[in-house]
């Protein structure tokens, strides 16, 4: 839906603009464009590490499919796995790693196989949680610094066109339309920043959060495993991490 909302905020504006009599390719320059998009990039260059903008960048899907974590699904496979072990053994659990497609929760049950504490289990998990919590936050730094740079860079083409425009004095008939010309790249960088950087970071941030709390539902499955606690025990650990859509399946 990211996706349908940024076109229709452009929509809004080109359609209040030629309801107003304006004409939609005069808000169409390419120098405006460039500036926008190469100084801000430019200035994330200088923020944030090529790893983070990758990362971001590769992240760019979320706009149209943002990850949505299996709650209910993580709770049946983590029951079983609970069943499991308390019937066959921790060392049963093996034999399932594989089927298992989650990365994290794979690590924390080969743990459990190899034999680690649950102390030393809920460090390292809570480690790695911590690791992939920041890697995430900084991706959505990304798309907020980018909000922030871009009316900046805005009213840098605007000045830039205005200079232009102070050239034209002796030439009347061409000041007017030079002028307008100046501040389409503002026009370019509030609207950049307020449909679709912002809001994209703000999005991030619902994603990181949703993502975050699975991981900390699954430590929470984990130690329960590994402490021999049974399926109910489990399930009333983990009910709290439920959405309420996922506990109307129930």
């Known amino acids: 839906m990211s ?34 998009c190469g100084a801000t990039l430019g200035a994330m260059f200088v923020q944030f590490p ?15 499919a943002p990850p949505k974590p299996d709650f209910h699904g993580q709770l049946e496979l983590l029951e079983g796995m609970a069943n499991t072990a ?3 053994g921790l060392l049963a ?26 102390e030393q289990l809920v460090e390292l998990m809570e480690k790695e949680l911590e690791m992939q ?15 922030g740079y871009a009316p900046c860079m805005g009213i840098v083409g605007a000045v830039l066109g205005l200079i232009h425009a102070m050239g034209l004095l002796d030439q009347p008939e061409l000041l007017g339309p030079a002028i307008g010309v100046a501040f389409i790249a503002t026009i370019y960088g509030v609207m950049s920043a307020n449909t679709l950087f912002l809001p994209l970071g703000n999005r991030y941030k619902a994603c990181n959060h949703d993502l975050v709390k699975f991981m900390n539902m699954t430590i929470e499955g984990l ?20 959405p309420k859509d996922a506990k109307n399946k129930e």
């Open 3 to 36: 996706l349908l909302g940024f076109l229709i905020a452009v929509c809004a504006v080109i359609t209040a603009n030629i309801i107003e009599g304006g004409n939609p390719l005069a808000l169409i320059d390419i120098p405006a464009f460039f500036i926008i």
């Open 50 to 64: 090529m790893g983070v903008l990758a990362g971001a960048i590769k992240e760019l899907k979320w706009m149209v």
């Open 86 to 88: 308390r019937q066959q």
């Open 93 to 118: 659990l093996e034999n399932q790693i594989a089927s298992i497609d989650d990365e994290f929760t794979r690590n924390g049950i080969q743990m459990i196989v190899d034999g680690v504490d649950k």
């Open 133 to 147: 919590e920041y890697e995430l936050e900084q991706r959505a730094k990304v798309f907020e610094a980018a909000g």
């Open 223 to 242: 130690v329960s495993i590994a402490s021999g606690e049974n399926t109910m025990q489990l399930k009333r650990r983990l009910d709290a991490y439920l």
